[in-house]
């Protein structure tokens, strides 16, 4: 089975600041799909973005960007002018693009911003 | 926005009783799953069900759980005989046809498990 390493526990960053989280996966497979989930304190799991291993262009989703190197198995998720509201648990996950369709999540990342 | 929808929020139950955990997934979605958090640690896989079957379970999914969808746009986790250790968040999630595409989780149902 594929697994999903997030190798910090926690994360703290101020207000206004950049932080990135990290995030490293692997698998034997070419064709896979990755994403960065935010939980925050209401339990709910909320898509921040997301990125098919196919393509070489970086996803960017406004504040929120990713650092894919395919070659490595390294999927970091930047956040750019951190606010308050980013405060949660961050998620990253795997899912195969042929062999069945389950998610794989790592253990997360807790952040914190400091205001 | 579509949603998926999860009822009941939290859910107290005594060890050894049944509970079963609904769920509504996006409906023009195929693919749906149940995640479990036990509180801290990291979401773990149970099924996914496609096609109106499991197509995969975890080492976790064992007997005491089941999965129906009985009308088309319920889908539910019937947990036979609680144990403690069965005191979780559980998601429920769907996906659409392709497998490029994210999938959408509900609020969670908190089972307690006393």
């Known amino acids: 089975a594929q697994t999903v390493t997030q190798s910090q526990p926690e994360m703290s960053v101020q207000e206004a600041e950049t932080v990135t989280l990290s995030c490293t996966y692997d698998t034997s497979e070419s064709d896979y799909y990755l994403f960065w989930y935010k939980q925050p304190p209401s339990r709910q799991m909320i898509l921040v973005i997301r990125q098919e291993a196919y393509k070489q262009q970086n996803a960017t989703e406004n504040r929120f960007s990713v650092n894919f190197q395919k070659a490595a198995k390294s999927f970091s998720l930047k956040i750019s002018d951190s606010q308050l509201g980013d405060a949660a648990m961050y998620f990253c996950?795997?899912?195969?693009?042929?062999?069945?369709?389950?998610?794989?999540f790592g253990t997360g990342t807790s952040l914190t911003v400091i205001p | 926005e579509p949603e998926v929808t999860q009822t009941p929020s939290h859910q107290v139950t005594q060890m050894g009783q049944e509970v079963i955990l609904r769920c509504v997934p996006i409906s023009n979605h195929l693919y749906f799953y149940w995640y479990r958090q036990i509180l801290g640690q990291k979401v773990e896989f149970l099924v996914s069900f496609y096609n109106n079957e499991i197509s995969e379970k975890s080492e976790i999914f064992d007997d005491q759980f089941s999965v129906e969808r009985p009308d088309g746009s319920n889908f539910t986790l019937k947990i036979r005989s609680t144990k403690l250790e069965d005191s979780a968040m559980y998601f429920c999630a769907s996906s659409g046809t392709r497998s490029n595409t994210e999938a959408f989780f509900g609020q969670g149902t908190r089972l307690t498990v006393v």
């Open positions: 996950a795997y899912r195969s693009a042929n062999t069945g369709n389950q998610f794989y």
